[in-house]
């Protein structure tokens, strides 16, 4: 399967910051990666859907204008959480998958703190 | 939305097979069955999928019923790393969301 890597693996940051995270697919064309939000204790809820070259497609109830995503290349996808607020921290998961492939690849997820 | 139920959770000693059910009566008969497990604080991992066949591979085995209504994950052998939340998704082949439910925590026990 596909080799998915998340930088960083765990940031903690201010309230009212704003947070970077990174999600590459290493050997693998990933024309389409997914972002998750995963709380404690709680399931992995879908939050877009990012095609390259294209805007992401957001989940119903997740503002676009707070986690932006950038899917720029086809081993590159950013999700920036703006204004960083405590209830945003969780743990934040991408999966990529290729055009035509069955499977989604998941990255090993980065754990967001706000403080 | 998730389209499956699973059991909350699973015991199952070292050494045996652990099977895993999965109700998911509303398929279609486009949509797959996957099958992820996630192990604590790290990000899900493939396991398998299947249509209509039931399918083997180097992790485990997926029976799927007769009406595709249900299936089984079936870790032949479980060790104490088999301990995981284990998840049944529906989806259709390409490109489409996963909605993942709540799983089943199986915890292998020595």
């Known amino acids: 399967g596909a080799v998915v890597s998340q930088h960083p693996s765990r940031v903690i940051c201010k309230s009212g910051t704003s947070v970077k995270i990174e999600c590459r697919s290493l050997d693998f064309q990933a024309t389409t990666m997914f972002w998750y939000r995963q709380f404690p204790k709680q399931s992995l809820m879908l939050m877009a859907t990012?095609?390259?070259?294209?805007?992401?497609?957001?989940e119903q109830g997740v503002e676009k204008d707070k986690f932006l995503i950038n899917h720029a290349s086809l081993t590159l996808s950013t999700l920036t959480v703006t204004s960083a607020h405590p209830e945003d921290s969780s743990f934040y998961i991408c999966?990529?998958?290729?055009?035509?492939?069955?499977?989604?690849?998941f990255g090993p997820g980065t754990r967001l703190l706000v403080l | 939305d998730a389209k499956t139920t699973q059991p909350t959770s699973m015991d199952c000693a070292e050494g045996r097979a652990a099977n895993l059910p999965c109700n998911h009566s509303t398929i279609s008969g486009n949509e797959y069955v996957y099958w992820y497990r996630q192990i604590h604080s790290q990000g899900p991992q493939y396991i398998i999928h299947g249509l209509k066949n039931n399918e083997t591979n180097e992790m485990a085995s997926l029976i799927i019923t007769e009406d595709r209504k249900s299936s089984t994950l079936i870790l032949p052998h479980a060790t104490l790393r088999d301990t995981a939340v284990y998840y049944c998704?529906?989806?259709?082949?390409?490109?489409?969301?996963?909605?993942f439910g709540t799983g089943t925590s199986l915890t292998v026990i020595p």
């Open positions: 990012s095609n390259e070259g294209s805007k992401a497609t957001y």
């Open positions: 998704i529906v989806r259709e082949s390409t490109g489409n969301q996963f909605y």
């Open positions: 999966s990529v998958t290729s055009g035509g492939a069955e499977t989604q690849y």
